[in-house]
Protein backbone atom coordinates (compact mmCIF):
# COMPACT_ATOMS: atom_id res chain seq x y z
CA UNK A 1 0.00 0.00 0.00
CA UNK A 2 1.18 3.45 -0.90
CA UNK A 3 0.00 6.29 0.83
CA UNK A 4 0.30 10.29 0.54
CA UNK A 5 -0.54 12.12 3.95
CA UNK A 6 -1.21 15.71 3.25
CA UNK A 7 -0.82 18.18 6.09
CA UNK A 8 1.05 15.96 8.56
CA UNK A 9 2.24 18.28 11.16
CA UNK A 10 -1.48 18.36 12.48
CA UNK A 11 -3.67 16.86 14.86
CA UNK A 12 -4.57 13.83 12.66
CA UNK A 13 -1.60 13.93 10.37
CA UNK A 14 0.66 13.47 13.39
CA UNK A 15 -1.12 10.07 14.15
CA UNK A 16 -1.18 8.88 10.86
CA UNK A 17 2.24 9.33 10.45
CA UNK A 18 2.62 7.52 13.52
CA UNK A 19 0.51 4.73 13.16
CA UNK A 20 1.02 4.19 9.15
CA UNK A 21 3.78 1.57 9.47
CA UNK A 22 4.31 -1.82 8.56
CA UNK A 23 3.67 -2.85 5.21
CA UNK A 24 3.22 0.78 4.19
CA UNK A 25 5.32 2.66 1.47
CA UNK A 26 4.39 6.28 3.34
CA UNK A 27 5.34 9.73 2.13
CA UNK A 28 4.00 12.33 4.80
CA UNK A 29 4.37 15.71 3.93
CA UNK A 30 3.98 18.94 6.14
CA UNK A 31 3.04 22.72 4.25
CA UNK A 32 6.34 23.18 3.51
CA UNK A 33 6.33 19.49 1.62
CA UNK A 34 3.01 20.32 -0.14
CA UNK A 35 1.07 23.17 -0.53
CA UNK A 36 -2.05 21.78 -1.46
CA UNK A 37 -3.24 25.00 -2.61
CA UNK A 38 -0.50 24.64 -5.19
CA UNK A 39 -2.20 22.56 -7.97
CA UNK A 40 0.83 22.30 -10.06
CA UNK A 41 2.86 21.00 -6.64
CA UNK A 42 -0.51 18.90 -6.07
CA UNK A 43 -0.11 17.23 -9.84
CA UNK A 44 3.49 16.67 -9.98
CA UNK A 45 3.79 14.87 -6.15
CA UNK A 46 0.94 12.70 -6.84
CA UNK A 47 1.96 11.93 -10.43
CA UNK A 48 5.68 11.06 -9.13
CA UNK A 49 4.75 9.08 -5.98
CA UNK A 50 1.46 6.94 -7.29
CA UNK A 51 -0.09 6.32 -4.20
CA UNK A 52 -3.08 4.01 -4.41
CA UNK A 53 -4.62 6.46 -1.29
CA UNK A 54 -3.98 10.11 -0.41
CA UNK A 55 -4.82 10.86 2.71
CA UNK A 56 -5.60 14.74 2.93
CA UNK A 57 -5.24 15.60 6.60
CA UNK A 58 -4.61 20.00 5.68
CA UNK A 59 -7.14 21.85 6.10
CA UNK A 60 -7.37 25.77 7.70
CA UNK A 61 -9.18 24.96 11.05
CA UNK A 62 -8.83 28.48 12.66
CA UNK A 63 -12.83 29.09 12.66
CA UNK A 64 -13.15 32.34 14.40
CA UNK A 65 -10.03 33.82 11.69
CA UNK A 66 -11.74 32.08 9.04
CA UNK A 67 -14.27 34.94 9.22
CA UNK A 68 -11.99 37.07 8.36
CA UNK A 69 -9.74 35.37 6.15
CA UNK A 70 -12.43 33.88 3.63
CA UNK A 71 -10.21 33.14 0.58
CA UNK A 72 -7.65 31.79 2.48
CA UNK A 73 -9.69 29.11 3.99
CA UNK A 74 -11.50 28.47 0.98
CA UNK A 75 -7.87 27.71 -0.58
CA UNK A 76 -7.23 25.24 1.48
CA UNK A 77 -10.44 23.98 2.93
CA UNK A 78 -12.03 23.62 -0.97
CA UNK A 79 -9.14 24.28 -3.80
CA UNK A 80 -7.04 22.01 -2.15
CA UNK A 81 -9.30 19.20 -1.93
CA UNK A 82 -10.26 19.48 -5.18
CA UNK A 83 -6.74 19.57 -6.87
CA UNK A 84 -6.05 16.15 -4.66
CA UNK A 85 -9.42 14.72 -6.30
CA UNK A 86 -8.42 15.69 -9.59
CA UNK A 87 -4.57 14.07 -8.99
CA UNK A 88 -6.21 11.13 -7.01
CA UNK A 89 -8.27 10.34 -10.47
CA UNK A 90 -6.10 11.01 -13.01
CA UNK A 91 -3.60 7.88 -11.15
CA UNK A 92 -6.88 5.83 -10.13
CA UNK A 93 -6.14 6.73 -6.15
CA UNK A 94 -8.41 7.04 -3.60
CA UNK A 95 -8.87 9.96 -1.59
CA UNK A 96 -9.80 10.39 1.90
CA UNK A 97 -10.81 13.35 2.98
CA UNK A 98 -11.47 14.97 6.53
CA UNK A 99 -14.68 17.18 6.94
CA UNK A 100 -16.74 18.43 9.98
CA UNK A 101 -19.74 18.49 12.42
CA UNK A 102 -19.74 22.36 11.00
CA UNK A 103 -20.91 21.48 7.67
CA UNK A 104 -24.62 21.50 9.78
CA UNK A 105 -26.53 24.12 11.19
CA UNK A 106 -26.86 22.35 14.63
CA UNK A 107 -30.52 23.65 14.53
CA UNK A 108 -31.55 19.60 14.08
CA UNK A 109 -33.16 17.85 17.12
CA UNK A 110 -31.37 14.40 17.40
CA UNK A 111 -28.37 12.95 15.80
CA UNK A 112 -27.14 14.28 12.16
CA UNK A 113 -27.19 11.48 9.39
CA UNK A 114 -24.55 11.46 6.36
CA UNK A 115 -27.14 12.61 4.20
CA UNK A 116 -29.43 15.24 6.63
CA UNK A 117 -29.40 18.32 5.09
CA UNK A 118 -26.09 21.30 5.04
CA UNK A 119 -26.75 24.39 6.41
CA UNK A 120 -22.98 25.95 7.61
CA UNK A 121 -23.27 29.16 9.97
CA UNK A 122 -19.87 29.92 8.85
CA UNK A 123 -16.71 30.34 6.38
CA UNK A 124 -15.39 27.53 7.79
CA UNK A 125 -17.67 25.34 7.71
CA UNK A 126 -18.63 26.48 4.44
CA UNK A 127 -15.41 26.24 3.19
CA UNK A 128 -15.24 22.53 4.50
CA UNK A 129 -19.09 21.78 2.33
CA UNK A 130 -17.34 23.66 -0.63
CA UNK A 131 -14.37 21.23 -0.26
CA UNK A 132 -17.17 18.45 -0.14
CA UNK A 133 -18.81 19.07 -2.94
CA UNK A 134 -15.63 19.77 -4.79
CA UNK A 135 -13.97 15.95 -4.09
CA UNK A 136 -17.54 14.76 -4.73
CA UNK A 137 -17.36 16.61 -8.60
CA UNK A 138 -13.56 15.82 -9.57
CA UNK A 139 -13.58 11.92 -8.57
CA UNK A 140 -15.93 8.85 -7.39
CA UNK A 141 -13.30 7.30 -5.22
CA UNK A 142 -13.48 8.76 -2.21
CA UNK A 143 -14.02 8.51 1.59
CA UNK A 144 -14.85 11.96 3.52
CA UNK A 145 -14.90 11.43 7.19
CA UNK A 146 -16.96 13.70 8.77
CA UNK A 147 -15.78 14.75 12.58
CA UNK A 148 -16.33 16.50 15.55
CA UNK A 149 -14.33 17.95 18.23
CA UNK A 150 -10.84 17.20 17.41
CA UNK A 151 -8.35 16.45 20.24
CA UNK A 152 -4.67 14.86 21.02
CA UNK A 153 -1.49 15.21 22.30
CA UNK A 154 -0.12 16.91 18.89
CA UNK A 155 -1.07 20.10 18.23
CA UNK A 156 -3.92 23.16 19.63
CA UNK A 157 -6.87 21.65 21.02
CA UNK A 158 -9.63 22.26 23.54
CA UNK A 159 -7.97 19.82 25.93
CA UNK A 160 -4.46 21.83 26.21
CA UNK A 161 -6.63 25.06 26.43
CA UNK A 162 -8.55 23.55 29.82
CA UNK A 163 -5.27 22.75 31.20
CA UNK A 164 -3.55 26.14 30.75
CA UNK A 165 -6.57 28.01 31.93
CA UNK A 166 -7.04 25.69 34.92
CA UNK A 167 -3.84 26.36 35.64
CA UNK A 168 -4.43 30.45 35.14
CA UNK A 169 -7.50 30.54 37.01
CA UNK A 170 -9.43 28.82 40.20
CA UNK A 171 -13.30 29.86 38.04
CA UNK A 172 -13.97 29.33 35.09
CA UNK A 173 -17.07 29.87 32.81
CA UNK A 174 -17.62 27.05 29.55
CA UNK A 175 -20.20 26.94 27.48
CA UNK A 176 -23.18 24.53 28.38
CA UNK A 177 -25.41 24.94 25.63
CA UNK A 178 -23.57 23.32 22.80
CA UNK A 179 -23.40 19.70 22.28
CA UNK A 180 -21.41 17.19 20.54
CA UNK A 181 -19.10 14.12 20.31
CA UNK A 182 -15.24 14.73 21.45
CA UNK A 183 -13.06 12.59 19.10
CA UNK A 184 -9.67 11.38 19.72
CA UNK A 185 -7.22 12.36 16.89
CA UNK A 186 -5.53 9.25 17.04
CA UNK A 187 -9.19 7.33 16.53
CA UNK A 188 -9.92 9.24 13.51
CA UNK A 189 -6.19 8.40 12.21
CA UNK A 190 -6.77 4.42 13.38
CA UNK A 191 -10.49 4.62 11.48
CA UNK A 192 -8.67 6.16 8.27
CA UNK A 193 -6.18 3.27 8.46
CA UNK A 194 -8.88 0.74 8.71
CA UNK A 195 -10.89 2.23 6.10
CA UNK A 196 -7.98 1.86 3.72
CA UNK A 197 -7.04 -1.51 4.28
CA UNK A 198 -10.59 -2.65 3.94
CA UNK A 199 -10.92 -0.68 0.48
CA UNK A 200 -7.16 -2.84 -0.92
CA UNK A 201 -8.90 -6.25 -0.07
CA UNK A 202 -12.13 -5.40 -1.03
CA UNK A 203 -12.74 -2.58 -3.49
CA UNK A 204 -16.83 -1.97 -3.49
CA UNK A 205 -18.00 1.25 -5.33
CA UNK A 206 -20.66 1.43 -3.01
CA UNK A 207 -18.49 2.20 -0.07
CA UNK A 208 -17.28 4.90 -1.12
CA UNK A 209 -19.03 7.94 0.48
CA UNK A 210 -19.55 10.27 3.14
CA UNK A 211 -19.17 8.67 6.66
CA UNK A 212 -19.89 10.22 10.03
CA UNK A 213 -17.38 9.22 12.56
CA UNK A 214 -17.11 11.03 16.32
CA UNK A 215 -16.20 9.60 19.69
CA UNK A 216 -19.07 8.97 22.57
CA UNK A 217 -20.76 10.00 24.74
CA UNK A 218 -21.45 13.10 23.46
CA UNK A 219 -21.76 15.85 26.08
CA UNK A 220 -21.17 19.64 26.30
CA UNK A 221 -17.84 21.68 26.30
CA UNK A 222 -18.85 22.37 30.04
CA UNK A 223 -19.00 18.49 30.54
CA UNK A 224 -15.86 17.92 28.41
CA UNK A 225 -13.99 20.17 30.64
CA UNK A 226 -15.66 18.49 33.75
CA UNK A 227 -13.83 15.11 32.74
CA UNK A 228 -10.37 16.40 31.33
CA UNK A 229 -10.21 18.18 35.04
CA UNK A 230 -11.36 15.48 37.10
CA UNK A 231 -8.56 13.26 35.28
CA UNK A 232 -6.07 16.28 35.06
CA UNK A 233 -6.56 16.01 39.18
CA UNK A 234 -6.59 12.41 39.45
CA UNK A 235 -3.16 12.74 37.88
CA UNK A 236 -1.83 15.26 40.07
CA UNK A 237 -1.38 17.91 36.93
CA UNK A 238 -3.98 20.59 38.71
CA UNK A 239 -6.39 21.23 40.79
CA UNK A 240 -9.76 21.79 39.51
CA UNK A 241 -11.30 25.13 39.07
CA UNK A 242 -14.62 26.10 40.09
CA UNK A 243 -16.57 25.29 36.58
CA UNK A 244 -19.76 27.16 35.67
CA UNK A 245 -21.58 26.02 32.68
CA UNK A 246 -22.71 29.37 30.55
CA UNK A 247 -24.73 30.28 27.31
CA UNK A 248 -23.48 30.46 24.06
CA UNK A 249 -24.71 34.30 24.15
CA UNK A 250 -22.31 34.83 26.96
CA UNK A 251 -19.57 33.82 25.09
CA UNK A 252 -20.09 35.91 21.71
CA UNK A 253 -17.00 34.85 19.24
CA UNK A 254 -16.74 35.80 15.71
CA UNK A 255 -17.96 32.42 14.01
CA UNK A 256 -21.25 31.07 15.20
CA UNK A 257 -21.07 27.30 16.40
CA UNK A 258 -23.61 24.35 16.12
CA UNK A 259 -25.61 23.81 18.75
CA UNK A 260 -25.87 20.34 18.04
CA UNK A 261 -23.02 18.29 16.70
CA UNK A 262 -24.24 15.31 17.84
CA UNK A 263 -23.61 12.57 15.33
CA UNK A 264 -24.91 9.28 14.09
CA UNK A 265 -21.81 6.89 13.15
CA UNK A 266 -23.99 3.69 11.81
CA UNK A 267 -23.46 4.23 8.61
CA UNK A 268 -19.71 3.98 8.97
CA UNK A 269 -20.28 0.74 11.19
CA UNK A 270 -22.38 -1.02 8.89
CA UNK A 271 -19.96 -0.85 6.57
CA UNK A 272 -16.64 -1.09 7.84
CA UNK A 273 -17.48 -2.26 11.08
CA UNK A 274 -15.79 0.97 13.15
CA UNK A 275 -17.46 1.58 15.81
CA UNK A 276 -17.27 5.21 17.36
CA UNK A 277 -14.83 5.33 20.01
CA UNK A 278 -15.35 6.62 24.05
CA UNK A 279 -12.78 9.74 24.00
CA UNK A 280 -12.78 9.33 27.84
CA UNK A 281 -9.94 6.64 27.31
CA UNK A 282 -7.86 9.01 25.52
CA UNK A 283 -7.76 11.80 28.50
CA UNK A 284 -6.41 8.81 30.22
CA UNK A 285 -2.53 9.67 29.00
CA UNK A 286 -3.51 13.46 30.08
CA UNK A 287 0.21 13.91 31.21
CA UNK A 288 0.70 13.98 27.27
CA UNK A 289 -1.43 16.40 26.61
CA UNK A 290 0.86 18.94 28.75
N1 LIG B 1 -9.86 20.41 15.06
C1 LIG B 1 -11.17 20.11 15.16
O1 LIG B 1 -11.79 20.26 16.23
C2 LIG B 1 -11.91 19.53 13.98
C3 LIG B 1 -13.27 19.27 14.09
C4 LIG B 1 -13.95 18.70 13.00
C5 LIG B 1 -13.26 18.41 11.85
N2 LIG B 1 -11.93 18.70 11.76
C6 LIG B 1 -11.24 18.40 10.52
O2 LIG B 1 -10.28 17.39 10.79
C7 LIG B 1 -9.15 17.55 9.93
C8 LIG B 1 -7.89 17.50 10.74
O3 LIG B 1 -7.94 18.54 11.71
P1 LIG B 1 -6.76 18.80 12.70
O4 LIG B 1 -7.36 19.22 13.99
O5 LIG B 1 -5.79 17.68 12.65
O6 LIG B 1 -6.12 20.09 12.00
P2 LIG B 1 -4.80 20.88 12.38
O7 LIG B 1 -4.19 20.31 13.61
O8 LIG B 1 -5.14 22.32 12.32
O9 LIG B 1 -3.84 20.50 11.17
C9 LIG B 1 -4.05 20.97 9.89
C10 LIG B 1 -2.74 20.92 9.19
O10 LIG B 1 -2.92 21.39 7.87
C11 LIG B 1 -1.79 22.15 7.52
N3 LIG B 1 -2.06 23.07 6.43
C12 LIG B 1 -2.71 24.26 6.47
N4 LIG B 1 -2.73 24.81 5.25
C13 LIG B 1 -2.08 23.95 4.41
C14 LIG B 1 -1.78 23.97 3.04
N5 LIG B 1 -2.13 24.99 2.25
N6 LIG B 1 -1.12 22.92 2.52
C15 LIG B 1 -0.73 21.89 3.30
N7 LIG B 1 -0.97 21.82 4.62
C16 LIG B 1 -1.65 22.85 5.16
C17 LIG B 1 -1.42 22.88 8.79
O11 LIG B 1 -0.10 23.31 8.71
P3 LIG B 1 0.40 24.63 9.51
O12 LIG B 1 0.44 24.20 10.94
O13 LIG B 1 1.72 24.91 8.88
O14 LIG B 1 -0.64 25.67 9.26
C18 LIG B 1 -1.66 21.81 9.83
O15 LIG B 1 -0.49 21.06 10.08
C19 LIG B 1 -9.39 18.85 9.17
O16 LIG B 1 -9.90 18.54 7.90
C20 LIG B 1 -10.43 19.57 9.97
O17 LIG B 1 -11.23 20.42 9.17
C21 LIG B 1 -11.24 19.23 12.80
Not at 88 to 111: C, E, M, P, Q, R
Request: aromatic share 8%.
Amino acid sequence: MRVLVTGCNGQVGHCLVQQLTGNVELLAVDRAGLDITNQGEVEALVSRFKPNFIVNAAAYTAVDKAEEGEVLAYAVNCDGPKFLAESAASIDATLLHISTDYVFSGNKDGLYSEDDVTGPLGVYGKSKLAGELAIAEKTDKYIILRTAWVFGEHGHNFVKTMIRLSKERETLNIVGDQFGGPTYAGDISSALISIMNQLLMHTDASRYGIYNFSGVPHVSWCEFAEVIFREAEKNGLLEAPDVTAITTDMYPTPAVRPANSKMNCSKIESAFNIKPSDWRFALKNINKYV
